[in-house]
């Protein structure tokens, strides 16, 4: 997982709401990556994290922070069962949910929701799967095995004992002339799209609804 080039800005608009008020809760972020949410939540003054990542090399700057546990394993449903620390009041899996088979990816669902506190929340970010531009971020990436719509990540969630809140896409933060500009030819190659698929396969509710790169899902249990 890449470093984000602004990570304060991007997780004020996308994951502050979903932590929690009291700032002990427990948080689990898996597939942590580097760590910008971890140190994210961190500044926030959170103080009971824990932070999975397969590399070593990417949690060695975690393991210096108080109130930071760091754990280095390749995870499947029964190594995220023996994690020690919860129920979690708030589970982060941004962009990792596609690394498993999607044979495995309902236990790992399932497996999710049994770890989450009554109130707790699940955050999943995946690739827009449902864009043109998915095939490229699939193929350049040799580990990625499954990738997922917007409806197909509420299926996968719903469909194994969670309540989703929402799906929506990934907020950028607002630019100058040159983002507008983007974002305007980005919504209208969007719209253009949909009318190919419309014409392909009539109006349904598979229809892509988010123009974004990114979606975040965020389920709870029922």
């Not at 502050?16 to 002990?24: I, K, M, V, Y």
């Not at 932070?51 to 975690?62: I, K, N, T, Y």
């Not at 609804?209 to 029922?222: D, F, H, L, N």
């Amino acid at each position: 997982m890449t470093r984000l080039p602004d990570p304060k800005a991007y997780y004020d608009l996308n994951y502050r709401q979903l932590l929690p008020a009291d700032r002990n809760a427990p948080i689990l972020d898996i597939g942590c990556g580097e760590g910008d949410f971890v140190r994210y939540a961190h500044s926030l003054g959170h103080s009971n994290i824990t932070a999975v990542d397969r590399d070593e090399q990417s949690l060695a700057e975690l393991r210096q922070m108080p109130g930071v546990t760091v754990i280095c394993a390749a995870l499947d449903a029964e190594k995220l069962k023996a994690l020690s620390g919860g129920p979690w009041a708030l589970i982060v899996a941004k962009q990792m949910i596609y690394y498993f088979d999607r044979r495995d990816a309902p236990e790992i669902v399932r497996t999710l929701g049994d770890m989450l506190t009554s109130d707790g929340k699940l955050a999943v970010e995946v690739f827009n799967g449902a864009l043109l531009s998915s095939r490229f971020t699939e193929f350049k990436d040799p580990g990625i095995l499954t990738g997922y719509t917007e409806s197909g990540l509420r299926r996968l969630l719903e469909w194994n004992g969670l309540s989703v809140d929402e799906v929506r896409a990934v907020k950028i933060a607002a630019g100058g002339i040159k983002r507008a500009a983007y974002s305007a030819i980005q919504r209208l190659w969007f719209n253009l799209y949909r009318a190919v698929l419309i014409i392909e396969r009539g109006r349904d509710g598979e229809l892509p609804t988010i123009a974004g790169k990114s979606i975040i899902a965020v389920a709870r249990r029922p």
